[in-house]
């Protein structure tokens, strides 16, 4: 039995549900969870009761209500309880609500004002604040604004608008419309003035984080793909290419990291992984994930077609960012298909995504 299965029997015994687990070293999964009353929680699955325990021990002491140890291997943690992040549970005290929390690794609460804050380790957080107030100073670049840091915090303003993941799923979306919003709205990203020292994410760089996600994924999560053959496909693939033009990247852009307003425009969320590469990168990901959302009968594959278009339309790329498009969707399909191994109710869709793509000129 793989870790996930492992760990996923688990949490059945618990009597909660998996929605998402990211493999942390040997031995550990950090854990999305749902109640029967439909509560999300964090966790953590370890494969050693002892570390298990200690875990928890450190826990308690920082929000001993919300810690909990379920058999010997499930560390169960309510309300932002955690022991690296101790702001997380007292923001969430103080009446704030918990948007995200990745155990030990970051979280978001969303504050009575409706300002949110990013908690982190304290030792990221002038790299995080100084890197998301660059980001507000673009022009043409819609972002949250940093109004405050603490001691492993960093506040945030919030953006108007509603979730491009939200609005695809609207059946009275115009979505020619949207696609090209949002196409303009990332062209405006990618033609900011790139800085000297926001860090480099070549294609070398991304062929590394894909073949990390797909090698844990064949490791703990038995994914059923040809890992060989997929990565050799790959490999000759970049070997043929010519590098495109530089440009700051998102890193992580998809349709829930993007906020339309009618009178705003399109804003931007979560610039935490910025870095310098090539613009097909991101623009593949976020074509890659209209395919995605078509796999999982969020949208029709037509939806899906008609959005990434217009997204063409509006964004308007040069012949090395279009011809560039192919290897990085390949890219981003494998990448998801090794991330959504660890997302039993999604990782079919993603699956067969990386296996049978719908956008033609993507492959």
Same mark, same amino acid.
């Given at each position: 039995? %793989?870790?996930? $299965? ?7 015994? =618990? ?6 687990? +990211? ?25 050693? *009761? ?5 875990? #928890?021990?450190? +826990?308690?002491? /920082? ?55 990013? /908690? ?7 790299? @995080? =604040?100084?890197?998301? $107030?660059?980001? =507000?100073?673009? +022009? ?27 609005? @695809?799923?609207? *059946? ?41 996600? @797909?090698?844990? #994924? ?5 994914? *059923? ?16 290419? %010519? ?5 700051? @990247? ?37 074509? !890659? ?26 964004? $308007? *790329?040069?012949?090395? +960012? ?16 090794? !991330? ?5 109710? =999604? ?17």
């Amino acid at each position: 039995m %793989s870790t996930l $299965a492992t760990a996923a029997t688990d949490v059945g015994s =618990a009597g909660l549900s998996l929605l998402r687990a +990211t493999p942390r070293g040997e031995g550990r999964l950090l854990l999305a969870l749902r109640d029967g009353a439909g509560e999300e929680l964090a966790g953590q699955w370890y494969a050693d *009761p002892a570390r298990c325990r200690d875990v #928890a021990r450190r +826990t308690h002491a /920082v929000a001993a209500d919300d810690v909990a140890v379920s058999g010997e291997r499930l560390l169960l943690q309510r309300h932002g309880a955690d022991r690296r992040l101790p702001q997380l549970c007292r923001l969430v005290a103080a009446g704030g609500t918990l948007v995200a929390h990745r155990p030990e690794r970051r979280g978001v609460v969303r504050r009575p004002d409706g300002r949110y804050t990013k /908690v982190v380790p304290a030792d990221r957080v002038a790299g @995080l =604040a100084g890197t998301l $107030a660059r980001a =507000a100073g673009w +022009t043409g670049v819609r972002v949250p604004a940093v109004t405050g840091t603490g001691r492993g915090t960093v506040t945030l303003t919030a953006l108007p608008g509603a979730p491009l993941h939200d609005l @695809l799923a609207d *059946p009275c979306a115009d979505l020619p419309a949207l696609g090209r919003a949002v196409g303009e709205a990332l062209a405006r990203l990618h033609a900011v003035p790139v800085p000297a020292d926001l860090p480099a994410h070549d294609l070398a760089a991304e062929v590394e984080v894909t073949e990390r996600w @797909l090698a844990l #994924a064949a490791e703990h999560a038995d994914l *059923p793909l040809d890992l060989e053959g997929a990565l050799r496909a790959v490999r000759r693939r970049v070997a043929a290419h %010519s590098p495109g033009r530089r440009a700051v @990247l998102h890193r992580d852009l998809h349709d829930k990291q993007l906020l339309v307003d009618d009178r705003h425009g399109v804003g931007v969320l979560d610039l935490d992984l910025l870095a310098v590469g090539e613009p097909a990168l991101d623009l593949a990901n976020l074509l !890659v994930h209209l395919e995605l959302r078509a796999r999982q009968g969020r949208i029709t594959g037509l939806a899906a077609r008609t959005t990434a278009d217009a997204v063409l339309a509006g964004y $308007a *790329p040069d012949a090395a +960012t279009r011809a560039a498009l192919p290897l990085h969707a390949r890219l981003a399909r494998l990448r998801l298909a090794g !991330v959504y191994a660890f997302r039993p109710g =999604a990782a079919a869709a993603a699956y067969h995504l990386s296996t049978d793509p719908l956008l033609e000129e993507l492959s």
